[in-house]
């Protein structure tokens, strides 16, 4: 696990110069000679994204500190995510679970937050009567 701002990150914007419309850093990998980038569903200035882009992650937080996006990302090189401002590879997940994809059961790592809602107790249920 890296802090996000340590992968010298930036803003990207095709439309709108700098305005969040996605965001790129160096390969925690292969360090600063190759660049990860991802586009946003949600630009950082709350416009719609470029017309000809196909975004497929979703942000939440405003700064590199804050950042996370979901789902993950996957590069040949990279594949994790970015939680709470720290870029996680899928080597580091810490639980698998099985799923059905494309008709057939195989093993999927969980990204952190999913491994937290699949632990957590869940706050709504009443407590059994005593």
């Known amino acids: 696990?890296?802090?996000?701002?340590?992968?010298?990150?930036?803003?990207?914007?095709?439309?709108?110069?700098?305005?969040?419309?996605?965001?790129?850093?160096?390969?925690?990998?292969?360090?600063?000679?190759?660049?990860?980038?991802?586009?946003?569903?949600?630009p950082l200035d709350g416009k719609e994204p470029a017309p000809w882009q196909k975004p497929v992650w979703n942000r939440d937080g405003?700064?590199?500190?804050?950042?996370?996006?979901?789902?993950?990302?996957?590069?040949?090189?990279?594949?994790?995510?970015?939680e709470g401002g720290f870029v996680i590879d899928i080597s580091e997940s810490p639980a698998t679970a099985m799923v059905m994809v494309g008709g057939k059961l195989q093993r999927v790592a969980l990204s952190p937050a999913q491994y937290r809602n699949a632990v957590e107790e869940p706050s709504d249920v009443p407590a059994p009567p005593s």
């Open 1 to 42: 696990m890296r802090g996000l701002a340590k992968l010298n990150p930036r803003w990207l914007g095709v439309l709108r110069p700098v305005s969040g419309e996605g965001r790129a850093f160096d390969c925690p990998n292969c360090g600063p000679r190759h660049t990860i980038a991802v586009y946003f569903a949600n």
């Open 62 to 82: 405003e700064t590199f500190q804050t950042l996370s996006i979901q789902p993950s990302i996957s590069y040949p090189c990279f594949h994790g995510w970015v």
